[in-house]
């Protein structure tokens, strides 16, 4: 069964920082793109950033963009998250998930395409 542990999280003030990571258990690790979603209390899990196999490719969800930074250490089975300039939107609980690639799925910045999850970590942005 894949496992991916989240950490990193905590509570700040508007315009600060965290770096969250992502261990994972998935087998050939560097075949795989990671995804980092997002969820507030009473929303959907959304769409964060997205980083490619050989760590070259990224997208991100455009409200984050410029402001969050994926990358990821394939001899560690780690993808990282920095959040700097961070605001009380972004307050929510953080996921990561894994896709093959390439991806011949539907859609890889649905949740509902993943059936993996871990516990998540917590961002909370507040003065």
């Known amino acids: 069964q894949v496992q991916f542990l989240e950490s990193g999280g905590g509570s700040v003030q508007p315009g600060g920082s965290l770096r969250l990571s992502c261990v994972t258990s998935v087998r050939t690790f560097s075949t795989y793109g990671v995804t980092w979603f997002r969820q507030a209390p009473g929303k959907e899990r959304e769409f964060v950033a997205a980083i490619g196999r050989d760590g070259v490719d990224s997208d991100y969800v455009d409200s984050v963009r410029g402001r969050f930074t994926i990358s990821r250490d394939n001899a560690k089975n780690t993808v990282y998250l920095q959040m700097d300039r961070l605001k009380p939107e972004d307050t929510a609980r953080y996921y990561c998930?894994?896709?093959?690639?390439?991806?011949?799925?539907?859609?890889?910045?649905?949740?509902?395409?993943?059936?993996?999850w871990g516990q998540g970590t917590q961002v909370t942005v507040s003065s």
């Open positions: 998930a894994a896709y093959p690639d390439p991806y011949y799925g539907s859609n890889f910045k649905n949740p509902t395409e993943y059936g993996y």
